[in-house]
Every structure is written in C-alpha cells, then in structure tokens.
C-alpha cells in the first residue's frame, strides 16, 4: 500500500534525480566577475575537451575516482589545465580518500572563491583567479595546519613534473 511518506519520498528523490542531471549553465567565477584570459564560449569549447569544458566552464563535476591525479605524487605543480596559471604544489597534496585530487593549501594569489548554493547545499566553491574556471571546492575536514581540503576536478588541472636534475 503507498504512503504518504512512501509518496513524498519518491517525489523528493525524482525532483533530486532531475535536478543533478541538469548541467549547471552558471558563468564560472562571480557573476559579472571580469578576469584577466577571457574567452568566448566558442573559443573554450574549441582548446578544452568536452569534460574539462563541462568542469571548467559550466561549473560540472567529474566522477569520483576518475582521473589519473588524484593517485599522482610525483614532485611538481597543478596548473589550470584552462589558462595554465599554477596552483597547487605537490608539496600541499594528500590522500583524501575522497576520489578527487585534493591539497591543503593552494599557491599565493592562484585562487579565487565564491558561495555555492546549487543542490541545496551550501559549499564554497573555488576557481582560478586568472581565467574563472570552476576547480572544485574546499572543505574544514583537511589535515594540518591549515585544516583545509582543497578537492579539485582533476581534468580542471594539469600536472607539471618538476624538472630532473641534469
């Protein structure tokens, strides 16, 4: 027999389903915001792949556990795989278990952030301070000392190694 309850719950979970597999059409960074590498749509959709497009430019999230950086801890950078602006170390990277790159401090004057309120949540959101991009978020459940975990789309960045000594 249906329930209200049973009712109320299955319309919940239908509006939730409906509204994640809406894309975010939001512009990336503050609305209104300028930045420094400006681009038209046209013109990110031609030098970024379709996920790092989605990422990048309409605030998306890649799959948990799908990209090759989130395990990579060679010595070097993550740069803005959309204007190239460095901004992580490797030295600030860890392990969150969470499936997505994640760092506990990015590098000075790399980042900016704003209020996300999508998905009836409330997160800060973080983009590169150059072009706008979406990166991901951070969170107050990352190790010390800044407490803080920076959790990146890993097609939002691309690895730099540090050079070898010759």
């Known amino acids: 027999?249906?329930?209200?309850?049973?009712?109320t719950l299955a319309g919940l979970a239908s509006l939730l389903g409906a509204a994640a597999a809406i894309p975010l059409a939001r512009s990336a960074g503050k609305p209104g915001a300028t930045f420094e590498v400006t681009k038209t749509d046209a013109e990110w959709r031609k030098i970024l792949s379709p996920q790092a497009y989605?990422?990048?430019?309409?605030?998306?999230?890649?799959?948990?556990?799908?990209s090759p950086l989130d395990k990579v801890y060679a010595p070097g950078r993550y740069d803005c795989a959309g204007c190239a602006l460095p901004l992580f170390s490797s030295a600030t990277k860890f392990d969150s278990g969470t499936g997505w790159p994640s760092f506990w401090k990015p590098l000075d004057n790399a980042i900016g952030t704003t209020e996300d309120t999508s998905f009836f949540m409330k997160r800060v959101e973080v983009h590169c301070r150059r072009c706008g991009g979406h990166l991901g978020h951070v969170f107050d459940d990352g190790p010390p000392p800044t407490r803080l975990r920076y959790c990146m789309n890993g097609v939002s960045l691309a690895f730099v190694p540090e050079p070898k000594p010759s």
């Open 54 to 66: 989605h990422v990048l430019r309409q605030h998306g999230t890649e799959y948990a556990f799908s």
């Open 1 to 7: 027999m249906t329930t209200r309850r049973t009712f």
